[in-house]
């Protein structure tokens, strides 16, 4: 992890800190921490489908971060009330798009697929521009 960047989680004691996930693995892991924390604290069973949609969704925020946003320069995982708000903000001031699957001269194009699967995923997507310049993207997943 980025251990120049740091992050408190809600579901550690207050003063705890732990690094900003910088790799696609790194955000898995954290959401994977969130949630089980939340499903045993609440004692609440973990549905495996909900949180698998989940990883997948903060693996391609983060992933769209590094490859077009310029890198991560936050990470939020808030395990709240039915789902999972994830954050992850980068450098760019681009909107995310949605790209054909063929180029002009019907060559197919390889990935492009991140942010549908996102938008497919999420029951709310919200893009925000930062005061300092780049963006916030927070995506909420439902864990039911």
């Known amino acids: 992890m980025c251990e120049e960047h740091m992050i408190e989680s809600k579901f550690e004691p207050p ?50 971060a590094i490859l077009h946003g310029g890198g991560v320069t936050d990470f939020q995982v808030d395990v709240d009330g039915p789902g999972v708000r994830l954050s992850v903000s980068d450098r760019s001031d681009e909107l995310p798009v949605t790209a054909p699957p063929a180029d002009p001269h019907g060559r197919l194009r390889h990935g492009g697929h991140g942010w549908p699967i996102v938008c497919r995923l999420s029951r709310d997507v919200r893009v925000s521009d930062l005061p300092a310049g780049g963006k916030c993207i927070t995506a909420v997943v439902p864990l039911a």
């Open 15 to 64: 003063g705890a800190r732990r690094a900003r996930p910088c790799k696609p693995a790194e955000a898995r892991r954290a959401v994977e921490r969130a949630v089980a924390e939340r499903c045993r604290t609440t004692h609440t069973p973990c549905d495996a489908d909900a949180l698998s949609d989940a990883l997948l969704v903060a693996s391609e925020l983060t992933t769209n």
